[in-house]
């Protein structure tokens, strides 16, 4: 069985991540997609969404059934596109915008990129209208650049694009786009600490500390720096908590994770794994017939997270 395309020097481990992944039969390409062509690349928001629930997973990628965009993925990615902008505008001019610079580019880019999402999937406000969804964007941002940005540390790369494969001669990688990267001196430690930093804004629960240290993204991002031979000391996830059924008032929070080397080679063993499973679930059942469901316990299986829900077999039945 073949190696990892990307491997880390071998230190004192007794198996690389080349060889445990190499113990599971990867697939050299994965299915076509919807329009006949191949799917070149597994994201952490392909590979969750396939544990979550495989027939979820076959209805987006294979029949291309995307889900309509919500008032809260809406805010989602306009804070995002916002706090993306002022660190390309750190990063390219040696400092950052003020908080006006930032609001008036919020403002004046909402209705553009609102459009753009339009034409690429449905956008449905729905819990909230669009001035609403708006207001509560420009709040989340405020408090981002007041309270989260502050503690964050020096920018060294936004937006980043971060891919690997598992083997040589696949026919597809692993994708990623890493929101920020960090260096800050540690008093503690007294050393440089480096960052992975994921910014989210959250209405229902926020991620704490048992969740962070589970969480598959963490894991992909900070075993694809590994690859790299440029590791990351922690991953972040920088939140900032609206208002809603969870809580009255807005509120920020910082959770920081690590994972060990045995944990990188897990990661990387679950993607090599999912990878095979896509391979066999299409080989069986192909593009048309139902893949398996989410567990009925889950969160995902449920009307209000799952725009299938009530016609999948495994939702609401048939």
Same mark, same amino acid.
């Given at each position: ?80 596109? #916002? +706090?993306?902008?002022?660190? @390309?505008?750190? %990063? /390219?001019? &040696? ?7 930032? $609001? =008036? ?51 060294? #790369? +936004?937006?980043?694009?971060? @891919?690997?494969? %598992? /083997?040589? &001669? ?7 786009? $890493? =929101? ?51 590791? #990351? ?7 900032? %908590?609206?208002? &809603? ?74």
């Amino acid at each position: 069985m073949s190696d990892l395309a990307i491997a880390p020097a071998r230190a004192a481990e007794a198996f690389t991540a080349a060889e445990l992944a190499a113990r599971i039969p990867i697939p050299t390409r994965l299915p076509p997609r919807y329009d006949g062509q191949p799917l070149r690349h597994l994201s952490n928001s392909s590979y969750t969404l396939f544990l979550a629930c495989p027939e979820a997973w076959r209805r987006k990628n294979l029949l291309g059934r995307r889900p309509a965009k919500t008032a809260a993925m809406t805010i989602g990615s306009r804070v995002d596109d #916002a +706090v993306t902008g002022y660190y @390309e505008h750190w %990063l /390219a001019h &040696g400092e950052p915008l003020t908080l006006d610079e930032v $609001l =008036d580019r919020y403002e004046s880019t909402w209705s553009g990129r609102l459009e753009q999402d339009q034409q690429r999937q449905a956008v449905v406000f729905d819990e909230l209208d669009e001035p609403t969804t708006r207001e509560i964007g420009r709040q989340a941002l405020t408090l981002t650049l007041n309270d989260v940005v502050p503690a964050l540390g020096m920018p060294v #790369a +936004v937006q980043r694009r971060l @891919e690997f494969t %598992l /083997a040589p &001669g696949l026919q597809w990688s692993v994708v990623g786009y $890493l =929101d920020l990267e960090t260096e800050r001196f540690d008093p503690l430690a007294e050393e440089i600490v480096r960052e992975v930093v994921d910014y989210k804004v959250k209405g229902g629960n926020a991620i704490n500390q048992p969740t962070a240290d589970r969480d598959p993204q963490a894991g992909l991002y900070l075993a694809g720096r590994w690859l790299e031979r440029q590791p #990351a000391d922690r991953f972040l996830f920088a939140q900032v %908590l609206r208002p &809603g059924r969870k809580r009255k008032t807005f509120a920020t929070s910082l959770v920081h994770t690590t994972r060990t080397i045995g944990q990188h080679r897990a990661t990387l063993a679950r993607i090599a794994l999912a990878a095979s499973q896509i391979d066999a679930y299409y080989q069986r059942f192909g593009p048309d017939r139902p893949w398996g469901f989410a567990d009925p316990t889950s969160w995902k299986c449920a009307a209000q997270y799952c725009e299938h829900y009530l016609t999948c077999p495994g939702g609401a039945g048939l």
